[in-house]
């Protein structure tokens, strides 16, 4: 059974930073692209980052772009958001996503979904 699942979410004041993982299970993503997806309440969901098997490359929406680095460790089977500078929008539940494509932002692109983690941002 493919299994990812994230953590590392929680509350954290603006301006402050949070580290979100996601553990892979139940085969290897090493060759797919992983993404981190938002949704916030009421809203739907969006794209936030996504790279490339080899980490080489990333992708990242305009509102996180020179606060938020994604990375992965291929031998861990993880994928890590770090979260700086965060603000008040940020808050939303992160989904950690594996697509065998490169360069999609739309979550139907997206094969394999976490459950989620709750980031809260306070003000």
């Known amino acids: 059974q493919v299994q990812l699942v994230e953590s590392g979410g929680g509350l954290v004041q603006a301006g402050g930073s949070l580290r979100l993982s996601c553990t892979a299970s139940?085969?290897?993503?090493?060759?797919?692209?992983m993404g981190w997806f938002r949704q916030a309440s009421g809203k739907e969901r969006e794209f936030v980052a996504a790279?490339?098997?080899?980490?080489?490359?990333?992708l990242y929406t305009d509102s996180v772009k020179g606060r938020f680095t994604i990375s992965r460790d291929r031998a861990k089977n993880t994928v890590y958001l770090q979260m700086n500078s965060v603000k008040p929008e940020d808050t939303a539940v992160y989904y950690c996503?594996?697509?065998?494509?490169?360069?999609?932002?739309?979550?139907?692109?997206?094969?394999?979904w976490g459950q989620g983690t709750q980031v809260t941002v306070s003000s």
């Open positions: 996503a594996a697509s065998s494509r490169w360069g999609a932002t739309a979550g139907r692109s997206y094969d394999y």
């Open positions: 790279i490339i098997w080899s980490g080489r490359n990333t």
């Open positions: 139940g085969r290897t993503f090493s060759s797919y692209a």
